[in-house]
T-cell receptor, first 112, second 114 residues
Framework: GNSVTQMEGPVTLSEEAFLTINCTYT??????LFWYVQYPGEGLQLLLK?????DKGSNKGFEATYRKETTSFHLEKGSVQVSDSAVYFC???????????FGAGTTVTVRA | KAGVTQTPRYLIKTRGQQVTLSCSPI?????VSWYQQTPGQGLQFLFE???????NKGNFPGRFSGRQFSNSRSEMNVSTLELGDSALYLC?????????????FGPGTRLTVL
């Protein structure tokens, strides 16, 4: 079946530091890949997505590239802010599967 | 445009009781999915509905059920509550849940079972 593996947190950074969260997946076929973010007390928000190999999703300074050869979709941001403190989830959706499969989530804390 | 709304936001029940959670999708969205979020198991898919039909179901016992109405609003029901059912239940809607279709999440219902 489909599965997503994320690097374990928590991750603590200083403002303006570089952030990378590793994500690898297992899926039959060619899934779509997503990064969602969850701020305290809120639901999930889509951060970015990529639907085919070599696509790069980007939003709010975050980027992730769909790497089919390594089955990865690592999230990166060059300079984090305190407001980026949240839980980040990597997820995939298979072609005929009306659901999202999520990774365990990575808690990121950015200190001023 | 109003987002996905879920009611109630917080709920406290005791073991053995049953509970019904409600979700109103974004206007025009016909697909509604439900997820359970717990610290131990993370985010797990419960079921997905489109045009009042359940199209996919996760690996949960039969105590968990759901339905969708003609106006796309959805409810999920949990009967004979167990302590392990304590979780944040998230509802998500989309125009039609396909592999590249964004799902919009509500704020969730926090269920505590005592």
């Amino acid at each position: 079946g489909n599965s997503v593996t994320q690097m374990e947190g928590p991750v603590t950074l200083s403002e303006e530091a570089f952030l990378t969260i590793n994500c690898t997946y297992t899926a039959t076929g060619y899934p779509s890949l997503f990064w969602y973010v969850q701020y305290p007390g809120e639901g999930l928000q889509l951060l970015l997505k990529a639907t085919k190999a070599d696509d790069k999703g980007s939003n709010k300074g975050f980027e992730a590239t769909y790497r089919k050869e390594t089955t990865s979709f690592h999230l990166e941001k060059g300079s984090v802010q305190v407001s980026d403190s949240a839980v980040y989830f990597c997820a995939l959706s298979d072609k005929n599967d009306y659901k999202l499969s999520f990774g365990a989530g990575t808690t990121v804390t950015v200190r001023a | 445009k109003a987002g996905v709304t879920q009611t109630p936001r917080y709920l406290i029940k005791t073991r053995g009781q049953q509970v019904t959670l409600s979700c109103s999708p974004i206007s025009g969205h016909r697909s509604v999915s439900w997820y359970q979020q717990t610290p131990g198991q993370g985010l797990q898919f419960l079921f997905e509905y489109f045009s009042e039909t359940q199209r996919n179901k996760g690996n949960f016992p039969g105590r968990f059920s759901g339905r969708q109405f003609s106006n796309s609003r959805s409810e999920m029901n949990v009967s004979t509550l167990e302590l392990g059912d304590s979780a944040l239940y998230l509802c998500a809607s989309s125009l039609e849940a396909r592999r590249d279709n964004e799902q919009f999440f509500g704020p969730g219902t926090r269920l505590t079972v005592l």
